[in-house]
């Protein structure tokens, strides 16, 4: 199969003909595409969740691990933290605009990994 791309705008994150160690892309790259990053992002592309809802829906994430990545994406701007003072204490999430657009854009990859991810694992 040839495959060639042609390249008609500089790569994000270039500069120089180098991807730059102090470059704020590598740093959002790093949230959005963490191993649980992904999969919140994607959870709440559906709607809200409380956070037991989100715990539940991406199996295998730790409490921890769930906490700290929504600390992040709400400290990124990627999500809405809402608390009510009820009790027991409720607390919903849900994308801001901008986590939504993040959401949208990674819906083509995960539609790719999903039809390929057996033949690759298979290796």
Not at 66 to 86: I, K, M, N, P, W
Request: aromatic share 6%; net charge negative; with cysteine.
């Amino acid at each position: 199969m040839d495959v060639s791309f042609a390249v008609s705008r500089p790569r994000p994150g270039l500069t120089s003909g180098k991807y730059p160690a102090d470059c704020p892309t590598r740093t959002v790259l790093t949230h959005i595409t963490s191993r649980w990053g992904v999969l919140v992002l994607l959870a709440l592309e559906q709607g809200g969740h409380r956070w037991g809802e989100l715990h539940r829906e991406i199996e295998g994430i730790s409490e921890k691990m769930l906490a700290s990545t929504l600390r992040t994406f709400e400290a990124d701007g990627l999500v809405h933290r809402e608390a009510q003072a009820t009790i027991p204490p409720r607390v919903d999430y849900e994308l801001t605009p901008l986590g939504r657009e993040a959401a949208e854009r990674l819906l083509p990859l995960m539609d790719w990994i999903a039809d390929n991810a057996e033949a690759i694992v298979a290796r």
